[in-house]
């Protein structure tokens, strides 16, 4: 099977991804867009590995995938403490500063 | 390529052998800046787990302050030795250049971090509650602001002592980041630095409703552009099969050796290298806050607790400039054709942006956040002028600014009220005739920030705008100087509001720093003047500093 179908895949899921993080109104949700689309990135990455036959691509895969865990951890903190104090974790009703 | 030949590559080193497969070599001592650092960090989280509370801040503040001065140590150690000039080259295998670039501005983060460990420490500036002094910080971040269990944390004096851990992690990350020489590094150390940063935003003492927004607004929009970022680390290695600087500089130049039928295929396809290109760029530009990316940087600024916000800055700034330099000067300068035009229009509107939006804020932090935009501006500026003059200035401007700004945000935290400080400029009328001493060393940041001569701005932007003009970048230099009109219109009328208007009678007071933050904004009036009266010296050292690895 032609590889190339797989990074249309990826460019696929890193879009829908994208139009989450714009479009979603938690900010959980938001939160998994973004994981969404590294793990569109590690699918490019894993692809273009294949491609090119070196492992470089699927070495990065792990680290991207530490990377979101990392991610996760520091995120959920924060968003989890957002949410007990306000009872709301809506990206909307974070406008306290607004002119 | 078929699917047995990539997995043969992971099982022949195997069945031949563990020690068939060679260990790489480190330079540690080339390395030692970021080990130091990062050493200290996990000594700090130790310090945390088994130091009792009443000794943690004082051994914290011990451990950071003597882990970056060790570190600025090595990076003087080995500019000593040549590895800025005629000894750079590229360690850890590839994946870290030591070089002028990396050296100067690893030396600048250093410092402004040594100084900015100062302003976090301060626990001068609010009054005591219940007999203990504290801090910017929460006392317990996980406590829910207003709660009882934040009131019995206040009481039984806690503070989070793990900022200095938090701020350490980050500075290993942003050594690393203009030091990088591969995506994959180049990306991990982007979230390195990243990750802290959004935590210590979170922790405000005061106004914790707005530090937590501030946090959550800065996560989400940085999460969202590293992916963009890792996308088009994605992209460029599929369009030159490696992640390494130097191949895939090769590789845009055309000049490669051996061609696999497979590199040959990538190679054809420019909509990788254009696309994956203009995505990393999108990554960097957001962490220097460039306009089209720069919506998180005044909430964020003006959010997050003072001494954060000095911090991130200066030293994000520096790193983050540091990381696009190379990044255009070293991989991408086979594209310089397409990337000007498009750093042409992100500069013009950058430093008018920031410049004009400035006038109309009312909040002292989020003035500094739009001006921080608009310099970044001024910055860009020298760095599309692609000449090694180009690389210098901005060298220099980065060093001049980043103390400007630890300084000028370390004057934030003084002026209060009974809610904290006192950041609605309103209540800074006046400050001139109750504080002259503060109110005038604002204003000399305020005047370095404007660019007159005699301070250290003047010398950085004239340094930038000569090396753009140079570069033949003449129309830029004419919005640049606009831009700068226009900005010193607003700094001058902070200046105004404080010497030439009425006190109110229910001002604002300017608290009494101890030594801390007192040394903070010494070394920032210190350098400014310094940079601005003989800046010969330092032009030259970042000259000097001025040539890249390959």
């Known amino acids: ?99 | 390529m078929s699917a047995t030949v990539v997995h043969s590559l992971w099982t022949t080193t195997a069945a031949g052998g563990i020690d068939k497969i060679p260990s790489p070599t480190i330079e540690y001592a080339q390395l030692a800046p970021t080990l130091i650092v990062a050493g200290a960090a996990v000594l700090g989280i130790l310090i945390e787990a088994f130091i009792p509370r009443k000794g943690r801040y004082h051994a914290q503040l011990f451990l950071s302050l003597v882990a970056l001065a060790a570190a600025f140590a090595s990076v003087v150690a080995l500019a000593a030795g040549g590895y800025g000039t005629t000894k750079k080259h590229i360690a850890a295998m590839g994946a870290i250049a030591i070089d002028g670039p990396s050296l100067f501005l690893q030396g600048t983060i250093l410092l402004a971090s040594v100084v900015a460990v100062f302003t976090f420490a301060e626990r001068r500036l609010d009054p005591e509650s219940h007999g203990n002094r504290v801090d910017s910080f929460a006392a317990q971040a996980a406590a829910v602001p207003g709660s009882d269990s934040e009131k019995a944390a206040v009481r039984a004096g806690f503070t989070t002592t793990e900022v200095f851990p938090l701020a350490l992690f980050a500075v290993a990350g942003m050594l690393v980041f203009p030091a990088a020489n591969d995506l994959l590094t180049l990306f991990i150390a982007l979230e390195v630095f990243s990750l802290p940063l959004y935590l210590l935003c979170a922790l405000a003492r005061r106004k914790r409703l707005m530090s937590q927004e501030a946090a959550v607004k800065y996560f989400l929009l940085g999460a969202f552009s590293s992916a963009f970022l890792l996308f088009g680390i994605a992209l460029l290695y599929g369009y030159a099969g490696s992640v390494s600087y130097a191949r895939i500089a090769e590789v845009v130049d055309g000049t490669v050796q051996s061609v696999s039928p497979a590199l040959a295929d990538t190679m054809g396809n420019d909509a990788l290298l254009l696309i994956g290109g203009a995505l990393i760029l999108m990554g960097l530009l957001f962490k220097v806050g460039a306009v089209p990316f720069h919506m998180w940087t005044p909430d964020v600024y003006q959010g997050a607790p003072t001494p954060v916000t000095g911090f991130m800055a200066a030293a994000t700034k520096v790193a983050a400039f540091g990381a696009l330099l190379r990044l255009l000067y070293v991989v991408l300068p086979g594209l310089r054709w397409d990337w000007r035009p498009v750093m042409w229009a992100v500069v013009i509107v950058t430093m008018l942006g920031g410049a004009i939006v400035a006038i109309t804020q009312t909040d002292i932090k989020r003035l500094l956040a739009y001006s921080s935009i608009a310099h970044a501006g001024f910055i860009l500026a020298g760095v599309i002028a692609a000449t090694p003059d180009g690389i210098s200035s901005v060298l220099f401007y980065l060093a001049a600014y980043s103390f400007v700004t630890i300084g000028a945000f370390a004057v934030v935290t003084l002026v209060r009220d009974a809610g904290g400080e006192a950041t609605h400029l309103s209540k800074w009328a006046g400050l001139g005739r109750r504080s002259p001493l503060v109110a005038a060393v604002f204003a000399v940041f305020l005047l370095a920030f404007a660019g007159i001569p005699l301070t250290s701005g003047f010398s950085g932007k004239f340094a930038v705008f000569k090396a753009a003009a140079d570069g033949g970048a003449g129309a830029l230099v004419v919005v640049g100087v606009i831009a700068s009109a226009i900005a010193a219109f607003f700094y001058i009328r902070v200046i105004v509001l404080m010497f030439f208007s009425e006190p109110k009678p229910e001002g604002p007071t300017v608290a009494v720093p101890s030594a801390l933050t007192t040394m903070a904004i010494g070394v920032g009036v210190v350098v400014t003047l310094v940079l601005g009266v003989a800046p010969q010296y330092f032009l030259d050292l970042a000259s000097q500093a001025g040539g890249f690895v390959r």
Request: charged letters at 10%.
């Open chain 1, 1 to 99: 099977m032609n590889p190339v179908y797989y990074l249309y895949l990826a460019s696929l899921l890193f879009t829908i991804g994208a139009a989450g993080v714009l479009i979603r109104r938690n900010a959980i949700v938001v939160f998994m867009c973004v994981e969404l689309m590294l793990n569109a990135c590690n699918l490019a990455f894993v692809t273009f590995s294949r491609l090119h036959g070196n492992l470089d691509g699927q070495i990065i895969a792990f680290f991207t995938m530490v990377v979101a865990a990392a991610e996760v951890v520091v995120g959920l903190a924060i968003i989890v403490s957002v949410f007990r104090s306000r009872h709301s974790a809506s990206v909307d009703d974070a406008s306290l500063m607004k002119l």
